[in-house]
């Protein structure tokens, strides 16, 4: 088959590889489309140890079945396989599992590819309504369905009145504030800096975009999430939480800084870190997508897997508007 190898900081090389085999449980996927996540540009450029070349790189899958019970079936993918034994399994978080692992991440090759092997029951079947390109949204979605869940929980006031606000405008942070308004809090706003990009959400999202300028003057919020996750935004959510407010960070950018410790603690300011979802968090973002409360889910680019070089460079350089760029295999 072809795929996208990463081989080295910013290579990447479109090239024959051999096909996977599916294990026992496994299904072979032709895929569809694949999404470009900010972890994907972190392993191009050489920024995640985790990810070493050469590597298939690409989590975010959706495509067709080509083996097992499902053959024959559209589906979107989750990449979290746990192991099903150990107490975050068994209590149903399994997003923690100390043995969990993520296809593009050793030893799991990732999606970026004309073919992916997946365990049966890692997959969601799509109705016939809701396109591939739709379908593979459910991943980076899921991400912020499952920060608002917890921090939604956490919150101490009353969520119909609740006012957030989401840093980014990238799939994770527009994924949140889609979430957070399938869930139950209706004030939301987004900060995104990149003009172009704040453009098409207000236009094309419905969403409600502030520059970081109106954000720092708009007040403050009982819910935060920050989808960026650099020192910056973690110095401006520090900022705008309310007494007794929730910040949830979904944002892997940096691993330093931003944070206002002393301010938290005297104002009692709750921060959640959270990484990925559960399969339940996962299957009811699909269903959510599916029923139509996610939105139209039209904000994404389609190109050639074999023009993924020039799709990553573009993202790098802030010339992309829309939130997430499909990678097609050619065949």
């Given at each position: 088959m072809k795929a996208l190898v990463?081989?080295?900081?910013?290579?990447?090389?479109?090239?024959?590889?051999?096909?996977?085999?599916?294990?026992h449980g496994e299904a072979l996927i032709r895929v569809a489309h694949t999404g470009i996540c900010g972890s994907d540009m972190h392993a191009f450029l050489g920024h995640d140890a985790r990810r070493p070349a050469p590597l298939i790189l690409g989590h975010e899958v959706a495509g067709t079945v080509l083996s097992g019970s499902l053959e024959g079936k559209r589906v979107t993918?989750?990449?979290?396989?746990?192991?099903?034994?150990?107490?975050?399994?068994?209590?149903?978080?399994?997003?923690?599992?100390?043995e969990r692992q993520i296809i593009s991440m050793p030893p799991r090759e990732g999606g970026f590819a004309d073919y992916l092997a997946m365990p049966e029951d890692n997959l969601v079947v799509v109705p016939d309504h809701v396109s591939d390109a739709q379908a593979a949204l459910a991943e980076p979605i899921a991400c912020g369905w499952h920060a608002v869940r917890l921090?939604?929980?956490?919150?101490?006031?009353?969520?119909?009145?609740?006012?957030?606000?989401?840093?980014?405008?990238?799939?994770?942070?527009?994924?949140?504030?889609?979430?957070l308004k399938a869930q139950g809090i209706g004030n939301v706003r987004l900060v995104e800096p990149n003009e172009e990009r704040a453009r098409f959400l207000e236009n094309a999202c419905g969403v409600n975009v502030l520059t970081p300028q109106e954000a720092d003057a708009s007040g403050q919020y009982d819910l935060i999430v920050d989808g960026v996750g650099h020192a910056a935004t973690r110095a401006a959510?520090?900022?705008?939480?309310?007494?007794?407010?929730?910040?949830?960070?979904?944002?892997?950018?940096?691993?330093?800084?931003?944070?206002?410790?002393?301010?938290?603690t005297l104002q009692e300011i709750t921060f959640i870190g959270t990484y990925t979802y559960t399969a339940q968090d996962f299957r009811d973002t699909a269903s959510a997508m599916f029923e139509g409360r996610l939105g139209a889910l039209d904000w994404t680019e389609t190109r050639p897997l074999s023009d993924g070089l020039k799709a990553f460079a573009d993202l790098r350089a802030g010339q992309v508007a829309v939130p997430k760029i499909l990678l097609t295999p050619d065949t």
């Open positions: 990463y081989t080295g900081p910013e290579a990447q090389s479109y090239r024959e590889v051999a096909d996977p085999s599916p294990a993918v989750n990449p979290l396989v746990s192991c099903g034994k150990c107490e975050f399994c068994l209590s149903g978080r399994d997003n923690l599992c100390p921090a939604k929980r956490a919150l101490t006031s009353d969520p119909e009145r609740a006012k957030a606000l989401v840093y980014g405008g990238g799939a994770i942070g527009l994924g949140a504030a889609l979430s959510a520090s900022a705008r939480a309310k007494p007794g407010g929730v910040i949830v960070h979904i944002g892997l950018g940096s691993a330093e800084g931003g944070l206002d410790i002393r301010r938290m």
